[in-house]
């Protein structure tokens, strides 16, 4: 049951102000009462009404002046301003310059004033509702970030923390989740964001032109070079310099990037002297980075001043309860960017979404539902709408696994590319007596991935070591 609105009335005139409270509390409204303006603006607070009915000539604190004094406050209630004084400049006065929601002439008409009491009620409501919502998304939204989950909340407090300090920040996460926009979002949020933000791929370029991209290069610094460059270093001066894949910059521009990062100066390819720059590192990586450490793929030194800050993604599959409000946000992007409106999703299609493992993450998600959109056109997104590889339209795998009849192999639809190629292995491996290195040859694997895929799946054989030992003596390598 909605509890009744809440109603203060300010009116020197006492038989007026208790008339029309008597008469605004029988229509099943709580209220309350001020002689004027400085008595109604001590007792708000309190009584925190959702309508305010105020008189606009009053002693010690008149009409407008309440208004004022009640929106410097904060979440001030629509106003129903009454006065004997009617003119047109009053009026437009009352409802722009105060804010008021209504301007009547004493004699109150009743009917009028209930009419408007709801209106007025209505407006309160919705604009708390609007507060509301916007709060929600405030806690649930960062950036092009949105999340409700507790793994996304403790991302965006890290985020909201460190993003008004000069710290750089590690990002490590799958592909897909989603780093970029972690990255922008520290950028948006800092000192720094009307500055550049400047992102670069590291593994998108070859090594030979990835020292130029991050450092620049002078005229005539090598072949080609018919210009002066400025690398993406310089370009992100007084900004924010975003390395994508940092564990995929070759080891000698690692070792340069830590020296910008120690000494904030940057020397251009071909160039003599240093400059100095300002900017904020944030980098990040898809593969756990002391593993990159210890693989020699990343510099331990260079790890470490990365590593002030760390933030990690989680997978969308560890973060389901997040795919319905990401399926909004995602499909409020796709209609703006097709022109078109917002387009219902069936329950069936989020329990879908939610049954399905997302090894994408969120850019799988982005591209599954664009593609729906465009399928779906103005009709409402079903199942049908789905590629095959969420499992729609699949029947289920039998009981038995896989078919292995007379050297081939059947498999259904919807079986996981990893239970498919454990069934190819072990398929051919069965096939071929168990010879390992064999198998690995027709599969075009190395013996190694072989033997670790067998260890894998607990499935190592006593007769693939005979077998292999004997192929071996013979001279079958």
């Not at 071929?432 to 599969?443: C, D, F, K, M, Q």
Request: proline letters at 6%; a neutral charge.
């Amino acid at each position: 049951m909605k509890s009744p609105l809440r109603v203060l009335i300010a009116d020197d005139d006492e038989q007026d102000r208790n008339y029309l409270a008597g008469k605004v509390a029988s229509w099943g409204y709580i209220t309350e009462t001020a002689a004027d303006g400085l008595e109604a603006y001590e007792k708000a607070p309190n009584f925190q009404p959702h309508v305010l009915i105020t008189d606009l000539r009053m002693p010690r604190m008149d009409g407008f002046e309440l208004i004022r004094k009640l929106q410097a406050l904060g979440n001030a209630p629509p106003v129903i301003m009454l006065t004997q004084f009617s003119n047109i400049e009053t009026a437009l006065a009352a409802i722009h310059e105060a804010g008021a929601f209504w301007f009547v002439d004493k004699p109150v008409p009743l009917n009028a004033l209930q009419i408007l009491i709801e209106r007025a009620g209505e407006q309160r409501k919705l604009r708390d509702e609007n507060e509301r919502l916007r709060t929600v998304l405030m806690r649930e939204q960062l950036g092009e970030m949105v999340g409700k989950s507790a793994q996304m909340q403790d991302v965006f407090s890290v985020v909201r923390q460190v993003a008004p300090s000069k710290a750089t920040v590690l990002i490590t996460g799958e592909s897909g989740t989603g780093k970029e926009l972690v990255a922008r979002a520290v950028h948006a949020s800092s000192p720094r964001k009307d500055a550049p933000f400047v992102a670069l791929n590291c593994a998108a370029l070859p090594e030979s032109l990835i020292e130029s991209e991050l450092f620049g290069h002078e005229r005539g610094a090598f072949t080609g070079a018919a210009d002066r460059r400025l690398g993406r270093i310089e370009l992100a001066h007084g900004g924010t310099l975003f390395l994508d894949e940092i564990g995929e910059l070759p080891m000698a521009m690692q070792a340069k990037l830590l020296r910008v990062l120690e000494d904030s100066r940057v020397q251009r390819l071909g160039g003599k002297g240093e400059i100095e720059v300002d900017v904020r590192v944030l980098a990040a990586t898809n593969r756990p980075p002391q593993k990159a450490v210890k693989e020699g793929k990343l510099r331990e030194d260079l790890f470490y001043r990365l590593n002030v800050f760390h933030v990690v993604l989680p997978p969308l599959r560890e973060r389901r309860e997040d795919i319905p409000v990401l399926t909004q946000a995602l499909l409020a992007s796709l209609k703006q960017k097709h022109d078109r409106p917002m387009t219902p999703v069936e329950p069936a299609v989020l329990e879908r979404f939610n049954q399905y493992h997302w090894p994408g993450n969120v850019r799988e998600l982005r591209n599954v539902l664009e593609r729906a959109v465009i399928l779906a056109g103005d009709g409402p997104i079903t199942l049908a709408h789905l590629p095959l590889s969420l499992g729609v339209a699949a029947p289920p795998p039998p009981s038995e696994g896989p078919v292995v009849e007379a050297g081939k192999l059947t498999l259904s639809l919807g079986t996981s590319l990893h239970d498919a190629e454990k069934a190819l292995i072990l398929a051919t491996l069965e096939y071929l007596r168990h010879n390992r290195r064999r198998t690995a040859e027709v599969l075009g694997l190395s013996l190694k991935t072989i033997q670790i895929k067998l260890k894998e799946y607990r499935l190592a054989t006593e007769g693939g070591k005979d077998e292999e030992s004997q192929s071996q003596a013979a001279g079958g390598e």
